[in-house]
């Protein structure tokens, strides 16, 4: 039997080169390696607010952008993480087992949460919510860029603890980082990660943006001249 793999994208904002770079194209190179999960990761989304009609049209767009990336659904299994009930069933048994302090030192929780008024509990449990998504598979492999490294960690901890207590219910995911990808810079600030959540119109390149915008933010990204 093929090793298995899981990784998500969420289906906010545009999916943009640094998502082609550090998960979609290394997904398409190992989906034939392993027996491959590639989920929407829709749950994750509503940590924040999202217009529901909006978010089902992302959804869609995201599994075009799969496709068409060259995700092959004869080897691949293609996933709505909302359509599969498992993974909130499994983040609440995950959840009562999770000390909350361990959740507290996630670095993501502290930069978000330092960055808002207010947050919702959602972001503080996101974390338990991703180990489920991986452990619900028994995913032995787990493809991520380096700012989801500290999460990966977690699930390893969450599913030790499981372990401990329940005998040994789920396999050691082990993180897979990409050689090439795994943290490309916005092009208006480049000392930050390229985010779909960042405000400026000159961030990213968008995979869907038309090769005339694509040309006109490029002569606009900040260089080191």
Not at 16 to 21: D, E, F, Q, S, V
Not at 79 to 96: D, F, K, P, R
Not at 139 to 164: K, T, Y
Not at 179 to 204: Q, T, Y
Request: proline share 5%; glycine share 6%.
């Amino acid at each position: 039997m093929r090793p298995r793999v899981f990784s998500g994208i969420q289906p906010t904002g545009n999916l943009h080169i640094g998502n082609y770079l550090g998960a979609l194209r290394n997904w398409v190179k190992i989906q034939y390696d392993y027996e491959s999960i590639f989920c929407i990761v829709d749950l994750h989304a509503v940590t924040l607010y999202q217009n529901p009609a909006e978010l089902q049209a992302k959804i869609r767009e995201t599994a075009g952008i799969f496709l068409a990336a060259g995700i092959d659904p004869k080897h691949s299994a293609m996933i709505v993480q909302s359509a599969v009930s498992g993974h909130a069933e499994l983040a609440w048994m995950l959840t009562c087992v999770t000390p909350i302090g361990w959740l507290y030192r996630m670095t993501q929780f502290k930069a978000k949460s330092e960055a808002q008024d207010t947050v919702g509990d959602g972001l503080l449990q996101y974390p338990v919510l991703m180990a489920a998504d991986i452990l619900l598979y028994q995913a032995g492999l787990v493809p991520v860029g380096d700012d989801q490294a500290q999460h990966l960690e977690l699930a390893r901890d969450i599913a030790q603890r499981f372990n401990s207590l329940y005998n040994d219910t789920f396999v050691m995911p082990e993180t897979r980082l990409p050689a090439v990808g795994a943290r490309v810079m916005g092009l208006d600030e480049p000392d930050k990660k390229m985010s779909k959540s960042a405000p400026g119109s000159n961030h990213a390149i968008a995979l869907l943006d038309d090769p005339a915008l694509i040309r006109k933010k490029f002569s606009k990204a900040t260089t080191d001249s």
